[in-house]
């Protein structure tokens, strides 16, 4: 009932930008926090950057400076503004969010948008 969906991935050369967006539809009571991870070929997916329910937010060491991640409650939905792209930023990114439902059963779960590629690339 669940679902997260990504867009505004694509091509940029480095140091160009790119704004990603994941907004959460469904059976929603609540979203604890909201993130993006991503995994590029051969390494683990790691964490970019979260926003929590209380406004705080944490980014990995490698993008603090030239991402922000924000959120828009109303519509459900959170932003990854990335700036000063670089090579190493290509990845497939994915959205990630914990939300509480009513049933299935009752709880926080984590749902996966269905990622989206950013290439960073002259």
């Known amino acids: 009932q669940v679902q997260l969906v990504e867009s505004g991935g694509g091509l940029v050369q480095p140091g160009g930008s790119l704004r990603l967006s994941c907004a959460a539809s469904?059976?929603?009571?609540?979203?604890?926090?909201m993130g993006w991870y991503r995994q590029s070929p051969g390494k683990q997916r790691e964490l970019v950057a979260g926003?929590?329910?209380?406004?705080?937010?944490n980014y990995a060491d490698s993008v603090k400076g030239r991402f922000t991640i924000s959120r828009d409650n109303a519509k459900n939905t959170v932003y990854l503004q990335m700036n000063s792209l670089k090579p190493e930023d290509t990845a497939v990114y994915y959205c990630?969010?914990?939300?509480?439902?009513?049933?299935?059963?009752?709880?926080?779960?984590?749902?996966w948008g269905q990622g989206t590629q950013v290439t960073v690339s002259s």
């Open positions: 926003v929590r329910s209380g406004g705080s937010t």
């Open positions: 469904g059976s929603i009571l609540s979203i604890r926090s």
């Open positions: 990630n969010a914990e939300i509480y439902i009513a049933s299935g059963p009752p709880g926080f779960y984590a749902y």
